[in-house]
Nanobody
C-alpha cells in the first residue's frame, strides 16, 4: 500500500519561503514520477511541479517557475518543494501524488494519479 505524508506547510507573509516535504513508503520508488498539486478553496486541483525520480528531470507550472524548486532524496524516499517568493495567490492545500503509470506527458493530469497524501496547508498573507 502506497503512503504519502506531507509536512512543512504554514503561514507566511508575501515574499517569504516554505519547504514542503513528502515522505513516500510502501512501493519501489525509483521508476516513478512524483508531483505536487495544490487546491485553493472553491477551485480545482492545480499541478505545481513534478520530478522524475530516475533522472531528476523536473517540470513546473508556469505560475511557479523561477520561484519553486522540486527535488528528491531517493535514499529517504522523500520529495521536497522549496517555495520562495510566495504570493497570496499561492495560498492553498498542497498535496503530493504518485502513480506508476505517470509519464512525462501526463504529470500534470490530476485524474491520472491514484495515490495522494493528506495535504498540508500553505497560507500567504499580503
Amino acid at each position: 500500500q502506497v503512503q504519502l505524508v506531507e509536512s512543512g506547510g504554514g503561514s507566511v507573509q508575501a515574499g517569504g519561503s516554505l519547504r514542503l516535504s513528502c515522505a513516500a513508503s510502501g512501493y519501489t520508488y525509483s521508476s516513478n514520477y512524483m508531483a505536487w498539486f495544490r487546491q485553493a478553496p472553491g477551485k480545482g486541483r492545480e499541478a505545481v511541479a513534478s520530478i522524475a525520480n530516475g533522472d531528476g528531470r523536473t517540470y513546473y507550472a508556469d505560475s511557479v517557475k523561477g520561484r519553486f524548486t522540486i527535488s528528491h532524496d531517493n535514499a529517504k524516499n522523500t520529495v521536497y518543494l522549496q517555495m520562495n517568493g510566495l504570493k497570496p495567490e499561492d495560498t492553498a492545500m498542497y498535496y503530493c501524488a504518485e502513480d506508476p503509470k505517470i509519464n512525462e506527458g501526463s504529470w500534470s493530469q490530476s485524474n491520472e494519479y491514484n495515490y495522494w497524501g493528506q495535504g498540508t496547508q500553505v497560507t500567504v498573507s499580503s
